[in-house]
């Protein structure tokens, strides 16, 4: 494993919310602990020790995280947004809107939602959580694209709650 393949572990690590990871092969070991300062920022140091040697490496830091851009959030042209209500994300993950790829979208603009319905499942580690939402209304705004990478507490929906 080069010095680059560690860079893109620790961003990786950094990005998707764990507090340590640790990777254990034949001739070394890596343990990554990352803390989180703010919402936007994430830090991440990684220890790299040689198995057969067992010396400690430098501490490789990694740089801040950068925050990414949320989509945008504009509302059909002529209406005011503080009437509707944000589904966001509640994982860092990537989002899907339909439950396989020959099925139709869970939810589409124009949809009536009851609190509890599943809106979109995001994939986080390989696992696909059903994300449900916690309002009854209608869809009047889809912010992510199918297969999009989100953050956490990204906005991906607007309903309008009346």
Do not use: W
């Amino acid at each position: 494993m080069d010095i680059r393949e560690i860079q893109n572990l620790i961003k990786f690590v950094a990005k998707s919310g764990a507090t340590e990871v640790k990777l254990e092969m034949d001739d070394f070991k890596i343990t990554i602990k990352t803390t989180t300062e703010g919402a936007a920022e994430a830090a991440a140091t990684a220890y790299i020790q040689q198995m057969p040697v067992a010396q400690q490496a430098a501490p490789v830091a990694a740089a801040p995280a950068a925050p990414v851009a949320d989509a945008p959030a504009a509302a059909p042209v002529g209406e005011d947004t503080s009437k509707f209500i944000t589904v966001k994300s509640p994982i860092i993950g990537t989002l899907y809107r339909k439950p396989s790829p020959d099925k139709p979208s869970f939810v589409e603009v124009g949809s009536v939602i009851n609190k509890g319905d599943v809106v979109c499942v995001i994939e986080a580690m390989k696992l696909f959580n059903e994300i449900e939402s916690e309002v009854s209304g209608k869809i009047v705004k889809v912010l992510v694209d199918d297969a999009s990478p989100v953050e956490f507490d990204q906005p991906l929906f607007l309903v309008d709650p009346s």
